[in-house]
């Protein structure tokens, strides 16, 4: 008895010799995340993939400063439960939510299809447990910069499931133009973008969300922090720069692909 006693106690003692420098190893190496997501970008769109055409040499470099993963799986073909999958780790049949919000609140099926699917949520339960969520207890900052579209109300917005704050996010999963002041512009759909202080006039959208999350970053480097940098390009409106779709018609005059694919630089 007495050595099954000592070697119980012994065990606890190893159990708490192993476990202290872990835990203390958690708390002072906290990593900065940044999560980069770009939205209808085809993968052999980019250099680093074997693009002869495009140039992305920023995301390039982040190849070359990290991993390339040459073997992967969609968890589905379209916009929003993709975002759902990855902010909650869940397949997004398990959340119910396998289509894209759409502007007029429901999803889009086949109108003739032979399988009808159960009926999809237009939002991410709040009671789901999104990455922020998760990295609170360890003392991070996390920030919702550009495009979310998991949530078809404001009820289900960044700030509702766990982050901080939210910059340009909000039910629609395009913007109205790519240009300050992101007014209404032809479509009757697509309100002007909520949740984003007035920047300049003639601004390019893609650059202002650039430098909100650069701003974030020098703001917080003293905590750790998790920025989620949702870009809306390159999804439609398919409205491109002027210097780029100039760069482009040089490296072929007619053009086409269509102006989306310069707006990938």
């Not at 870009?231 to 482009?248: G, I, M, N, Q, W």
Request: aromatic fraction near 12%; charge should be positive; hydrophobic fraction near 35%.
């Amino acid at each position: 008895m007495k050595t099954l006693k000592s070697s119980f106690f012994l065990f606890i003692i190893l159990l708490i010799a192993i476990h202290a420098p872990f835990q203390l190893m958690a708390e002072k190496q906290r990593p900065n995340i940044l999560l980069i997501l770009i939205d209808d970008l085809g993968w052999q769109d980019l250099q680093c993939y074997g693009s002869k055409f495009y140039e992305t040499p920023n995301i390039d470099k982040l190849r070359t400063e990290g991993i390339m993963f040459t073997n992967a799986y969609s968890a589905c073909p379209v916009c929003s439960p993709t975002r759902a999958s990855i902010l909650t780790g869940k397949n997004p049949a398990h959340l119910q939510f396998t289509g894209h919000i759409t502007s007029v609140g429901e999803h889009r099926y086949p109108e003739h299809g032979r399988i009808i699917p159960p009926d999809d949520k237009m939002y991410v339960d709040l009671d789901e447990i999104m990455i922020p969520e998760a990295l609170k207890s360890l003392g991070y900052n996390s920030i919702s910069i550009g495009k979310w579209h998991v949530g078809n109300k404001e009820k289900y917005f960044p700030t509702h499931q766990g982050f901080d704050m939210n910059i340009a996010g909000y039910e629609h999963g395009s913007p109205p133009t790519y240009w300050g002041p992101y007014e209404k512009l032809s479509s009757d759909w697509n309100p002007k973008i909520k949740n984003m202080k007035e920047g300049k006039s003639g601004e390019y959208l893609t650059d202002r969300l650039t430098d909100e999350a650069i701003s974030f970053i020098k703001a917080n480097k003293k905590n750790p922090f998790f920025l989620y940098l949702s870009h809306y390009a390159v999804h439609t409106p398919l409205e491109a720069s002027d210097s780029l779709v100039r760069k482009y018609e040089k490296k072929w005059k007619k053009i086409h692909p269509k102006k989306t694919r310069y707006m990938l630089q």
